[in-house]
């Protein structure tokens, strides 16, 4: 099946690492001409040359993805390079755990700017020019979270609520001018993100022992299994599916 986004100019935010990377990987290797959004400090530029030595076609564009003057620059800068964005994955996120009451203010801004505001800025900033090269496909990486709430976890499950919701009201408004917008819900997974959720989790006394886990969804989620989910979503073959909430949980939220 390898081509199934050739032609396809990918934006990929938090595309340096974990499942992000993982997405980077792939969308690459089916013909993605992928632009990589992540942190100054991130691994970005490295993947992006290692990509690029295997005959990719592939640049980093360092950002802030909750600073809206940055990610209007890394916008730009893979327009530049490889034309209209006809897929984004808004995958930057960041992770907030903690017994409600003693979270911060701050904590809870920090949570909002990046996991939400950021599909803002980066959608607000793609749109225009996805729409005047016919359409394209928006994934947004939200999560079990989303519905299943957590105990210690108030402030990162508020923020896929909100994650859930954007993705779906995007596909509402602009169906008719070529748009997918989904929304992708992984279970726990196997990158050090989600390792640091657990271990998180568990310091606090939640059960997310590796027997826990089993019962909840069988095993771990890998990375390249939500890259394959977002290849899917971002594909052709996913023509129809618009406004859907895609669990990748293995049964999780079906208990």
């Known amino acids: 099946m390898i081509g199934r986004l050739k032609g396809k100019v990918a934006l990929i935010t938090g595309g340096a690492g974990g ?6 990987e792939l969308f690459a290797a089916e013909g993605a001409r992928v632009g990589i959004v992540d942190l100054p ?6 993947v992006a040359k290692r990509l690029r030595d295997a005959g990719h076609d592939v640049i980093f564009a360092p950002a802030d993805v909750s600073d809206a003057a940055q990610v209007k620059e890394a916008v730009q800068f893979v327009e530049a390079a490889f034309g209209p964005i006809t897929v984004l994955m808004n995958h930057a996120g960041i992770l907030a755990a903690a017994p409600f009451l003693e979270t911060t203010e701050e904590e809870w801004d920090r949570i909002m700017a990046v996991n939400v505001k950021s599909m803002f800025l980066v959608t607000k900033a ?30 990162y499950c508020t923020s896929k609520g909100a994650c859930h919701m954007f993705a ?7 169906r ?30 939640v059960d997310v022992s590796e027997s826990a886990i089993a019962a909840a969804q ?17 594909s052709d073959d996913a023509s129809f599916i618009n406004g859907a909430h895609l669990f990748a949980d293995n049964g999780y939220t079906a208990i």
């Open 218 to 234: 069988g095993r771990l989620c890998k990375p390249q299994e939500i890259a394959s989910a977002a290849l899917f979503l971002a």
């Open 168 to 174: 779906r009201a995007i596909a509402v408004e602009f």
């Open 19 to 24: 499942c992000g990377l993982a997405a980077s």
């Open 176 to 205: 008719d001018r070529g748009i997918r917008s989904n929304a992708l819900c992984p279970g726990f997974i196997a990158t050090a993100h989600g390792l640091r959720e657990i271990d998180t989790l568990g310091k606090y006394g």
């Open 126 to 155: 793609v749109l225009p020019g996805m729409i005047g090269s016919g359409g394209g496909s928006i994934i947004s990486t939200s999560s079990i979270s989303a519905v299943a709430g957590t105990p210690m976890e108030v402030l």
């Open 41 to 46: 400090h991130s691994n970005g530029a490295e």
